[in-house]
T-cell receptor, first 112, second 114 residues
Framework: KNEVEQSPQNLTAQEGEFITINCSYS?????LHWLQQHPGGGIVSLFM???GKKKHGRLIATINIQEKHSSLHITASHPRDSAVYIC??????????????FGKGTHLIIQP | DVKVTQSSRYLVKRTGEKVFLECVQD?????MFWYRQDPGLGLRLIYF???????EKGDIPEGYSVSREKKERFSLILESASTNQTSMYLC?????????????FGEGSRLTVL
């Protein structure tokens, strides 16, 4: 059974700090998603990647397929980055009925 | 701007009531999904649909049904609401290429069943 583990579960940092959130999974995958959920509930897709690295503004996502590990980095963090960050993977086989297995999320708070 | 719209952000219902949660997307996506999200459990798939009038059970379909009469609209129905269905419900859509398609989510509907 595929497991998706995120660390840390909770993270509080000061504005301007470099943030790293980790996601590890246990089976081969075809894609990995990073999602952001703000207070109030709506979820936004940040990245979908299957290899290498993607960058969007201050956000960078990397994935190491051999090590079954992905990281989400936030540079020059800002209070508006405060949110829950969710990792979801699409295994090569199995997973949930729609093919996705979700991590439980990392709750990030950036203090001014 | 692409959009997934859920009809109600907050609902309070009584045990035994029938509840409809509506979701509409304007991206002409084939696939639509209903998830529920509970503290400590993450997102869990209730039902999904890959075409009009088609539906597939997800991981936790018990107590729920769905309807997809039009491509843009996917409804979640609680025939007889129970207190353990108090949760955040999230609708999502994506293109047919399930292995590569980006997911677009609605704002969520927080349901409380008393």
């Amino acid at each position: 059974k595929n497991e998706v583990e995120q660390s840390p579960q909770n993270l509080t940092a000061q504005e301007g700090e470099f943030i790293t959130i980790n996601c590890s999974y246990s089976v081969g995958i075809s894609a990995l998603h990073w999602l952001q959920q703000h207070p109030g509930g709506g979820i936004v897709s940040l990245f979908m990647l299957s290899s290498g690295k993607k960058k969007h503004g201050r956000l960078i996502a990397t994935i190491n397929i051999q090590e079954k590990h992905s990281s989400l980095h936030i540079t020059a963090s800002h209070p508006r980055d405060s949110a829950v960050y969710i990792c979801a993977v699409r295994p090569d086989s199995g997973g949930g009925a729609d093919g996705l297995t979700f991590g439980k999320g990392t709750h990030l708070i950036i203090q001014p | 701007d692409v959009k997934v719209t859920q009809s109600s952000r907050y609902l309070v219902k009584r045990t035994g009531e029938k509840v409809f949660l509506e979701c509409v997307q304007d991206m002409d996506h084939e696939n639509m999904f209903w998830y529920r999200q509970d503290p400590g459990l993450g997102l869990r798939l209730i039902y999904f649909s890959y075409d009009v009038k088609m539906k597939e059970k997800g991981d936790i379909p018990e107590g729920y049904s769905v309807s997809r009469e039009k491509k843009e609209r996917f409804s979640l129905i609680l025939e007889s609401a129970s207190t353990n269905q108090t949760s955040m419900y999230l609708c999502a859509s994506s293109r047919t290429e399930l292995n590569t398609g980006e997911l677009f989510f609605g704002e969520g509907s927080r349901l409380t069943v008393l």
